[in-house]
């Protein structure tokens, strides 16, 4: 039994810290994102209402159907509501029956409010894999922003630990009086500088894990990581498309572009509804009716009165009520007339609204064309100058080292081979997230493969 439960405490101990470890890809934000995100389950809630209006628009095709039950004692003067004769006496009447209407033409409006229907659940649906794709961006910024701020704290440490061995390798050099004190000085100064960027690094490195860990919906901050993975520049072939073949590509899937086509039939099916308004209305109706009297009646052939049977009477004192109603509109008001022009004007607006989708699409494509194109000339520049500082740097340490340069100079070769570094992450990470972007809208999805 003591084996058992010690088995049980090391598993589930295992199980804590497998948890904590955990390190989260780029794949499994982007999937528990669309999964737990607050706004796409609220706008998978509005979709539900959407489809229930489609069981809405079908049911008007469906005639109704409504049944009545009705009891009633009066005493005193009263009206026998079979008979129709006035008396005195104490009586009881029960009553009941059911209906039905069914509407047989109404300028093809309850079949044009169906379509409308359908139309908006897949309009709704456009609008939720719309938001989707934000968040999948987003996710993705937010990511590259984690994998930058860490890759920036790793230099800043490997640039301290340089320094450090300078540090040490100047206190010998003062110590046997081959360099000045202030030399030591130069350098210390220079640990502490490094030092501070190591603190700030960490804290944007933590600052980034929240704002990733808030758009997935995760609180628990403190156990929150991404996967320590050093990533190169993608290989990708996207910019053997012009950015008139992307954006073309773009408009026949991008989901906002969809959303917009489908709120054109959406405003062109509420103007078929208002012209419907226009032409008659044809329906028909059935009423079954029955009822019940206390009340003696009166048989003229014996000359008696007797009360018949609760049965008895509701078969022989039923009806049945049947009929259509045709119902043409000639004149309310404008009402009819300035509803259509309003729908006109919509389906219009909704037109508009389409192109202007469009070119904010074909500006958005053509500048994410250029800022890859920018950001990699940045990126292979910041390279270059980064080989260049290096070079310079070991040439003024290897001056240093011999005391042919002085301490403040050489900490200034340092502090521009750190600039360097830090560009070149900053340069590769815009241009990793803009390469990514580029490819989103050519219909690629978000990979760091």
Do not use: H
Not at 34 to 58: H, K, M, Y
Not at 122 to 140: E, P, S
Not at 378 to 404: C, H, N, P
């Amino acid at each position: 039994m003591k084996f058992k439960l010690t088995a049980l405490f090391l598993v589930l101990a295992m199980g804590i810290l497998s948890a904590q470890s955990k390190k989260w890809t780029l794949q499994e934000c982007v999937e528990y994102a669309v999964e737990n995100n607050l706004s796409i389950e609220q706008f998978e809630l509005d979709l539900q209402n959407i489809q229930i209006d489609e069981s809405d628009a079908l049911g008007n095709f469906l005639p109704n159907l409504n049944s009545r039950v009705s009891a009633t004692g009066n005493r005193g003067l009263s009206a026998d509501p079979i008979t129709g004769s006035n008396f005195t006496a104490g009586i009881f009447t029960l009553g009941g029956g059911f209906s039905s209407n069914v509407n047989l033409f109404n300028g093809m409006q309850n079949k044009n409010r169906m379509n409308r229907a359908k139309l908006s659940a897949i309009a709704g649906q456009y609008r939720l894999d719309d938001l989707k794709d934000d968040i999948r961006l987003n996710v993705a910024l937010n990511y590259l922003d984690v994998l930058s701020n860490k890759e920036s704290l790793k230099v800043a440490q490997a640039q301290y630990a340089a320094t450090e061995q300078d540090l040490n390798r100047t206190k010998e050099l003062v110590e046997s009086g081959v360099v000045p004190k202030g030399d030591l000085l130069d350098i210390e100064a220079t640990a502490a500088g490094q030092e501070q960027a190591i603190v700030n690094g960490q804290n944007q490195v933590l600052i980034s894990l929240i704002t990733l860990a808030q758009l997935l919906q995760i609180t628990d901050y403190e156990n929150f990581d991404i996967a320590d993975e050093a990533f190169e520049i993608p290989p990708s072939d996207i910019l053997n498309n012009s950015a008139k073949s992307i954006f073309a590509k773009a408009v026949d899937f991008r989901n906002d572009i969809k959303l917009s086509e489908s709120n054109v039939s959406l405003a062109e099916k509420d103007l078929d509804i208002s012209k419907g308004a226009r032409y008659p209305t044809l329906s028909a109706f059935f009423n079954y009716n029955t009822s019940y009297s206390s009340r003696k009646q009166f048989d003229p052939a014996t000359g008696t009165s007797s009360r018949l049977d609760l049965i008895d009477q509701l078969w022989l004192f039923d009806g049945i009520t049947y009929g259509g109603q045709l119902s043409i509109p000639i004149f309310n008001g404008f009402s009819t007339r300035n509803s259509i022009r309003r729908s006109q004007i919509n389906v219009e607006k909704a037109k508009v609204q389409l192109e202007q989708d469009k070119l904010a699409l074909e500006t958005t494509v053509n500048q994410a064309y250029a800022n890859v194109n920018t950001s990699f000339s940045a990126y292979e520049a910041a390279e270059k100058t980064l080989e260049a500082r290096r070079l310079a740097y070991q040439y003024s340490k290897e001056r240093f080292d011999v005391g042919l340069m002085n301490s403040f100079l050489f900490s200034q070769a340092q502090a521009r081979v750190d600039n360097a570094e830090a560009d070149v992450i900053r340069t590769k990470y815009d241009y990793i997230f803009r390469l990514k972007v580029l490819e989103f809208y050519f219909g690629i999805p978000i990979s760091l493969d």
